[in-house]
């Protein structure tokens, strides 16, 4: 059993599973929304361009490093404690949206192969959010289980979220989790899809229904009273995880003992024939869910300050 802990606590080994890998063809619609039905995840290995994305992590680990927050060589990405961030011209919002917007980044996120793997997973042609979040995670910190569905559905139901490692990620660097069969919690899942969202889509609102149920106990304890394993997998550079708006999903600590950053971006897809008007994640100048765009997200914050 790897190292691999979850809100500090050690995952019991009979806890844990490995992601199941897809191993059928990528233009194969049939199979693939198969398996996203059955699992509520499809896990490709090596389907993105590796130089690509490892040309994403160096420009993101870059402007990091000129605010002096990681080390040299940038692409290693090691944390430094220190930064400048707060002083650049512009603030915030600003520096953490032209990260979000780089061209090597947009390449691959917004770029025609996870386009296309996107359309065939939706069964038509897909459109991504111009919105995305780019998420350097530091030693000591995860992300806790929730659906994604409550803060992106409003004017599409449909979304589907693409995550993409810019890095190996072993599973001591914290990547992804998946709660196995969560997509069939249906308990959970009903209230959240019934909801009218076009209606009330307050922050409060949203960020309540996606986190409170699943965060009532620790997730292994969670984990546990529902009889399912929590999955996660070594990442390497090229891979993609696909999950709907019902997968459970958080993160595990990242524990890197070279106190090495866990860099992964998340982009929602929707079908295009479905309306792109929701200015929380389309146009030049997303608002988010919270009002405050870019400026509102973790990344947004320099890597040694508490989220
Ligand atoms: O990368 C993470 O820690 C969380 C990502 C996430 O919540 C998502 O991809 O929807
Ligand atoms: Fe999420």
Redesign the pocket.
Known sequence: MPTATVQQLAIPDDSFGELTEYDGSTEDSDLLRSQLDEHGYVLFRDVMDRDEVLAAREEVFRRLEEVGEVKAPAIDGIKTNQSRRPEVSGGLHDFWRSVSEGPALRGVTHGLALHDIMSIVLGEPARAHDMM?V?P?PVGR??KP?Y?FPFFARRSLRIH?A?IPFGDTPLED???LIIEGSNRFYDLIDPIREHDYDSNYADAVIQKAAYEKPNETDVITFARSRRARILSTSFRAGDLLV?GGFTL???LDNCSPIDRV?L?C?VRYQPASDPCDDERYFGANPTGSHGGGYGDMKGAKPLNEPW
């Open positions: 979040y998420r995670v995860s992300t929730h994604d979220t995550w914290g990547p992804l999950f999903h958080g993160s866990r992964s998340d």
